[in-house]
């Protein structure tokens, strides 16, 4: 398999180092920083490096061709999924991301209903995917990604009916000698955290509420323990129900109150916009600054400690009758993943999952035509796949919550 990666931060980075340890692939990786595409490609001899800039669904394309890809690899923010995604459609090249692209909140009641879905620019082109005979695997990340494999694997093996399918995902990393350095991408954060979070309901179907709504205390394993989950905007929730049957689809993630507060502070003085504002002359995104003066997360790794959990909360009827809750998770411990690959914990547990889903595609143990979740697609490959990359997964039967 060849394989266009596009994008070289930490997420892309870590992809090329997993990928190195596999013998499935071949790589050219590509960035708009052809130094730091050089720098991620030298983890194989069987990787090359080029420079692309990926808003340029032209270029994108006619690198494609010249590489004679089978599939596009998407590790870029949510802002080029689009112009990737359509560079792929129009080559008849297979593609993959793990993030979906951008919503855009209801003019007029954004706190209760849906605007432009996440995913949904993507889904509107299905059937052009589907009628040439081609894949896009969208959401393969952890989460989304792995959090919607579990979702797949509880409704075939553990569960009759299904209560609730809830993304959980917290940490209890720290980083020294910061007071606030996100472990991952702060645009993309800023953006899924500020957005109407989206909750899906069998008889109401999508609609939103405020950010940070709903919060609970959610009990993670692996010495985490009790942390605060808030409603955020994710792509779980637009994907699972398309293939698998809940009374209810949620996502929560354990922010923290430090971390709500900022993001808070940003969004009162304008500073998690987007839009280009003009500074002497210049014009500027007020949320690239933000990121421009936080440290990169892919740099972080040497000074954090602790481990990170993604996983998927169910609940409902066992497969013989009798009320159930489980929660299947994925732990990284960040001394582990350094010493391992070099690469910090968040975005080494983010880059593992669409390598093993191309080796899957590449074995053939998982195909598929049009837009397609990896909800879609047979769980226990996967899993099991995961775990001979030495980084295997769980389920923890929990007590029936009233």
């Not at 949904?120 to 919607?148: H, T």
């Amino acid at each position: 398999m060849r394989i266009l990666l596009v994008g070289a931060g930490g997420v892309g980075t870590a992809f090329a180092r997993i990928a190195a340890r596999r013998h499935f692939a071949e790589l050219i990786v590509a960035d708009y920083d052809l130094g730091r595409a050089q720098r991620a490609a030298a983890a194989s001899d069987r990787f090359s490096a080029v420079q692309l800039d990926a808003r340029d669904t032209e270029a994108v394309a006619e690198l494609l061709t010249a590489h004679s890809a089978d599939t596009l690899m998407n590790a870029t923010d949510p802002r080029f999924v689009m112009p990737l995604y359509r560079a792929a459609l129009r080559t008849n090249t297979n593609y993959l991301d793990m993030a979906m692209s951008l919503s855009r909140p209801h003019a007029d009641a954004p706190h209760s209903q849906t605007g432009v879905k996440l995913g949904d620019e993507q889904f509107a082109l299905a059937d052009a995917w589907a009628e040439r005979g081609k894949l896009a695997l969208v959401g393969i990340g952890v989460e989304p990604g792995l959090s919607d494999v579990f979702a797949r694997h509880a409704a075939d093996t553990l569960f009759g009916e299904i209560n609730e399918i809830g993304v959980r995902g917290g940490a209890n990393l720290v980083v020294e000698g910061y007071d606030f350095a996100p472990t991952f991408s702060i645009w993309t954060t800023i953006e899924e955290c500020l957005n109407p979070p989206v909750i899906w309901e069998a008889d109401r179907g999508w609609f939103t509420t405020p950010p940070f709504s709903e919060p609970e205390v959610f009990h993670f394993p692996a010495g985490i323990g009790p942390v605060e989950c808030v409603n955020v905007e994710h792509e779980e929730v637009l994907l699972i129900p398309r293939w698998v049957s809940a009374r209810r689809v949620t996502f929560k993630y354990g922010l923290g109150e430090e971390f709500i507060a900022v993001l808070r502070t940003l969004h009162k003085l304008g500073l998690d916009s987007a839009t280009a504002v003009n500074v002497g002359g210049q014009q500027v995104s007020p949320r690239d600054v933000v990121a421009a003066c936080l440290p990169d997360p892919a740099n972080l790794g040497e000074r954090m400690s602790g481990v990170t959990c993604a996983g998927t909360w169910v609940t409902g009827t066992g497969k013989y009758g009798a009320p159930r809750e489980v929660y299947l998770y994925h732990v990284v411990d960040n001394a582990w993943s350094m010493a391992e690959y070099g690469s910090q914990a968040v975005v080494w547990q983010t880059a593992v999952n669409p390598v093993v889903a191309l080796e899957l595609i590449d074995s053939g143990a998982w195909s598929g035509t049009g837009v397609l979740g990896p909800e879609a697609l047979p769980s226990q490959p996967f899993l099991d796949l995961l775990t001979d990359y030495g980084s295997p997964w769980a389920c923890e039967e929990r007590e029936i919550t009233p």
